[in-house]
């Protein structure tokens, strides 16, 4: 092997070799620009248990023995990066569960959820992420968090461009579900989708799968939110592509994988944390589902 003697060499190509050198594809998404609750979204139901802040750049969610509520997107999107700061109801929430995820319009839909399940007092959130495709999903992965979502804002996001949906909190990924058409997977690309939030009332499944139930003394339940974070190819509903598909900052090279040290961080998160993955399911799958090994799920 040739060794190049750095010192005998012109500075700028010295920084140049330098920063070569420390180029690796898989980087973290674009920092999350925070916006008022307005510029993106809107409440879509019970208008009344939503709480504006600051002007709108908090926003309380607010569930009741009477409803819950929610919101939506103003537009709908084919691919892009998609980020909420939400601090989870806190004390006893069993019962209660905190969506943020994007749907699109039709019966064979494509979903990407995340879903944070309460529990008794001092017993962990549990977050549940789930990929639908044509309609199909039955891909749910559970985990419980490293630290207490009621305590401090944290950050919830998705990226997602032709080659992956990468699930994060605060960076770190914890789910990324590859582009498997080659092997008989369908893959979200042709749906616009928009982007939910809600707060509700599940405690027919959501907390030791409905043993625990909603406790309404201790009601209002509020979730929190901020940031509010949109950056994705605008589309109409109808749309089968986005126009500057190729074009932007998550199409490029280093976006299409994680890199070494993210797929550390996801095994790290995969090892300590999952308390159920449907990949090693095997009374729900025998086999396991093609994009399991393509995910290393297995």
């Given at each position: ?20 050198a420390t180029v690796t594809f898989g ?205 994705g190819c605008e589309a109409s509903v ?61």
């Amino acid at each position: 092997m040739r060794v190049i003697k750095m010192g005998r060499l012109p500075l700028t190509f010295c920084l140049t070799f330098l920063l070569m050198a420390t180029v690796t594809f898989g980087v973290p998404p674009k920092k999350s620009i925070d916006v008022p609750f307005g510029r993106n979204y809107f409440p879509t139901w019970a208008f009344d248990h939503i709480k504006y802040l600051n002007g709108g750049s908090e926003v309380h969610l607010v569930l009741d023995k009477h409803t819950g509520t929610g919101f939506q997107s103003k537009g709908s999107y084919l691919f892009g990066h998609f980020s909420m700061h939400i601090k989870m109801v806190p004390g006893d929430s069993a019962g209660t569960v905190t969506a943020f995820y994007l749907s699109s319009q039709n019966s064979e839909h494509d979903e990407i959820d995340f879903e944070f399940l309460g529990n008794r007092t001092g017993q962990p959130y549990i977050l549940q992420t789930n990929v639908f495709t044509g309609g199909k999903g039955n891909r749910e992965q559970r985990i419980n968090l490293w630290f207490d979502p009621s305590k401090n804002y944290h950050s919830y996001s998705v990226l997602w461009n032709m080659h992956q949906i990468v699930f994060f909190v605060d960076d770190v990924p914890i789910r990324v579900f590859k582009n498997s058409k080659d092997i008989g997977v369908k893959f979200p690309f042709n749906q616009p989708m928009k982007i939910y939030s809600s707060l509700w009332n599940a405690d027919d499944w959501a907390t030791r799968g409905g043993l625990e139930k909603t406790n309404w003394a201790k009601a209002p339940f509020v979730a929190s939110y901020r940031g509010f974070h949109i950056d994705g190819c605008e589309a109409s509903v109808s749309a089968k592509f986005c126009e500057t598909q190729g074009k932007r900052w998550w199409d490029k090279k280093e976006f299409q994988d994680l890199d070494a040290k993210q797929y550390k961080r996801l095994k790290w998160v995969r090892k300590r944390y999952t308390i159920y993955n449907y990949c090693t399911d095997r009374v729900r799958f025998p086999k396991p589902p093609p994009e399991c090994r393509r995910d290393r799920d297995i």
